[in-house]
């Protein structure tokens, strides 16, 4: 299984972009996905998560702002981020796993992770 995290860079605050993960190698159409984001010297945040048949999830820092979606088509399972903040600014993952957990927020509960993309938002 390999998922392809892609999309990130720099962006003013107020700013947008769409993270991109694709996935190889699982059966994609079921398989819920998350994003999380790391700063250096934290632990790996919870931001959004999704799965078939699921209502989205979302960390109440994100929520209103960022949306999770999914192309099936594609294999590929996006990020949109809308009015970045500086606070933001973090390396993202992508996330998943065989099956829908009520853990989803929690990141030792995933199975595959993408190699991260690098997002900066400056004030």
């Known amino acids: 299984v390999q998922l392809q995290a892609s999309g990130g860079g720099w962006v003013q605050a107020g700013g947008s972009l769409r993270l991109s993960c694709a996935a190889s190698?699982?059966?994609?159409?079921?398989?819920?996905m998350a994003w999380f984001r790391q700063t250096p010297g934290k632990e790996r945040e919870f931001v959004a998560a999704?799965?078939?048949?699921?209502?989205?999830k979302y960390a109440d820092s994100v929520k209103g702002r960022f949306i999770i979606s999914r192309d099936n088509g594609k294999n590929t399972a996006y990020l949109q981020m809308n009015s970045l903040k500086p606070e933001d600014t973090a390396t993202y993952f992508c996330?998943?796993?065989?099956?829908?957990?009520?853990?989803?927020?929690?990141?030792?509960?995933?199975?595959?992770w993408g190699q991260g993309t690098q997002v900066t938002v400056s004030s």
């Open positions: 996330a998943s796993r065989r099956i829908w957990i009520t853990t989803y927020h929690k990141a030792d509960v995933y199975d595959y």
């Open positions: 190698g699982l059966s994609f159409g079921p398989s819920p």
């Open positions: 999704g799965g078939i048949g699921r209502t989205s």
